[in-house]
């Protein structure tokens, strides 16, 4: 192994951090000054800008002719996102998941996990898969702002209505209409227009060179070693490139805004499929090619990532410390599984009974039951309300 390649991944890992947050503090500041709410702004904005590293390696690696880690990328950070970025932010604070969250934004995530799934199947994403995913993009950013300026009006009336200040807090906290300053960020709205613009460009820049110098690390680590790229792209890249979802989530939770976290992730891996995977599909002219082992495993395991969110989300419309401590756990487990298969350990058999036999089914009950007396309390209360 190259030292210079160990250098490039870690300097590349540092840009994409640094990057990330520029661009993060400029397009919130921008967001904020038309008056977008912080989990619009996490779903849309923020989403976007941090999902730019995984965009940066999924064309340079398309321009490498290594398609494993272009759509390894992909898959590897969304996992990583569910897992990993909202596991972290939750045992920082517990989640708030807003209303609107579970109804529109987490189906649309596992709408788009099911269309990459199936169309998958045939090997590849092509030129129509591409212009698919790109359109349900568009089309849900678009739905997004209209609904939020929608309950904007809406809320501004109720307050306007005597004794409607009481009536408008309660709207907010309904629909997530909180701004995007919150204590100890109120440098953000001050901040000028041209300012923010030259965040973002400065950010971008910095992204795109740092994407550009993991990739070239990567690759030539992963060929030292022998290691599939797809690995590569499922492991060390997928979480350098989601250090900006890192960085923007646990950020948000601390300055109170734990909204924008997790409107930021599911943003992001909304965008990572709709922008990340049909962009480089639809200018690339043979498309991009999926491998075998992804359909087979990584890409359902990303769909059932996204689908495990919906009941925690849903119990309490909270993410409890508990919740996040599983999260990271499952994700320890998914890392520990894709190296040992890379590697062929003689620990991959037993680790593949010990997680299939008790652990995930182990899992599936405390979420099941969880979501039961969640059930059975909310249904105890409007019984007792009625």
């Known amino acids: 192994m190259d030292l210079l390649d ?30 977008i ?38 898959i590897g950070s969304n996992i990583a996102n569910v897992l990993l970025i909202l596991g972290i932010s939750a045992l920082v604070l517990p989640l708030l998941v807003k209303q609107r969250l579970v109804r529109l934004d987490l189906p649309i995530m596992v709408l788009l996990s099911v269309m990459l799934l199936v169309m998958s199947l045939d090997g590849g994403i092509g030129l129509v898969d591409g212009v698919i995913l790109l359109a349900v993009l568009i089309g849900y950013t678009v739905m997004t702002i209209l609904v939020s300026r929608r309950e904007d009006r ?23 209409t909180a701004t995007v300053s919150a204590p100890g960020s109120d440098e953000a709205p001050r901040t000028s227009v041209p300012k923010s613009l030259l965040l973002v460009l400065v950010g971008v820049a910095l992204l795109v060179a740092g994407a550009t110098v993991l990739v070239e690390g990567a690759v030539n680590t992963a060929t030292a070693f022998g290691v599939s790229s797809l690995v590569v792209g499922l492991t060390v890249v997928a979480v350098g490139t989601s250090l900006p979802e890192l960085a923007v989530s646990v950020i948000a939770v601390r300055r109170g805004e734990r909204d924008l976290a997790v409107g930021n992730v599911v943003g992001s891996n909304i965008a990572n499929i709709g ?45 409890a410390r508990w919740e996040g401590g599983l999260f990271l756990a499952l994700y320890a487990a998914y890392t520990a599984f894709v190296v040992l298969a890379a590697t062929q350990h003689d620990a991959l058999e037993g680790f593949t009974a010990v997680m299939g036999w008790f652990v995930l089914p182990l899992v599936a009950v405390t979420l099941v039951a969880v979501t039961a007396h969640e059930f059975g309390v909310r249904r105890g209360r409007r019984e007792s309300a009625g």
Request: no cysteine; net charge negative; hydrophobic share 55%.
């Open 37 to 74: 709410s912080s989990l619009v702004v996490g779903l849309t904005v923020v989403s976007t800008a941090t999902s730019t590293p995984e965009l940066a390696v999924t064309v340079g690696a398309v321009m490498r002719d290594e398609p494993g880690l272009a759509v390894g990328n992909v």
């Open 275 to 319: 922008l990340v995977l049909g962009l480089p599909a639809i200018l690339s002219s043979g498309g991009l090619p999926v491998p075998d082992a992804a359909i087979a495993l990584d890409i359902p395991l990303m769909l059932a990532a996204a689908v495990a969110l919906l009941p925690i989300a849903f119990t309490g419309f909270i993410i």
């Open 6 to 35: 160990v250098g490039r991944i870690i300097a590349g890992l540092v840009l994409l951090t640094v990057g990330g947050e520029v661009l993060v503090r400029g397009a919130s500041s921008l967001a904020t000054r038309v008056g």
């Open 154 to 176: 809406a809320e501004r009336v109720a307050a306007e209505r005597p004794g409607g200040a009481g009536g408008g807090a309660g709207a907010a906290d309904a629909v997530g």
